[in-house]
């Protein structure tokens, strides 16, 4: 099975590439945000639990998101793999994604990380907040502070899974299908380890 975590700051080209790569590899898409949401639409008892809390302006807990991810990998047994994208962002979230692909006889296969500088990255985020309607794209000031946040809160997990040698950075600027080449290939390589 395939289990590939894509990371990389906002505007990086994530959503981009994991389109792609659900295509070529037919993985199941586990975005935190999709799941959270849909969660809640269902009614389940995690969703009514991580309702309750963001309503009350409180982050959902790491148990929680750890159950919605289990729930949909029970779910999705026969899948060929699983791309998580926006998760996990801290050490802890790594851990425990370790903790729970173990008692499904899993692994993280690779983290891909797509690197770009800090100005493109700018560019990039004002350029798609003209067309996306997310103010969070469309203030320069915002997009720095998410840029650092990243930088302070979630690179550290990159560390984690480089002393496990499931670490692989592709450069995030050129041609979109040459970037996806670049994650094949390193998907192809860890395949093989």
């Known amino acids: 099975m395939l289990n590939l975590v894509l990371f990389g700051p906002p505007g990086a080209g994530k959503g981009t590439q994991s389109e ?43 148990e929680v998101v750890i159950g919605m991810i289990d729930s949909k990998l029970n779910e999705n047994q026969t899948a060929p793999g699983f791309i998580f994208d926006g998760f996990p962002r801290t050490v802890p979230q790594a851990q425990a994604l370790d903790d729970l692909l173990t008692i499904h006889d899993e692994r993280i296969t690779t983290m891909v990380a797509l690197v770009v500088e800090e100005e493109e990255l700018t560019r990039r985020l004002l350029s798609r907040g003209q067309t996306s309607g997310r103010p969070d794209d469309q203030n320069e000031e915002l997009i720095r502070r998410r840029v650092k946040e990243y930088n302070e809160k979630t690179t550290p997990v990159a560390g984690y899974y480089s002393n496990q040698g499931k670490y692989a950075a592709i450069d995030g600027v050129g041609d979109i299908n040459n970037i996806f080449e670049a994650i094949c290939h390193k998907v192809t390589e860890a395949q093989q380890d």
């Open 20 to 62: 792609k790569l659900i295509a070529k590899y037919h993985l199941v898409h586990l975005s935190t945000g999709d799941l959270l949401r849909s969660q809640i639409a269902a009614g389940t008892e995690l969703g009514q639990r991580a309702k309750s809390l963001m309503d009350q302006g409180i982050l959902v807990p790491d």
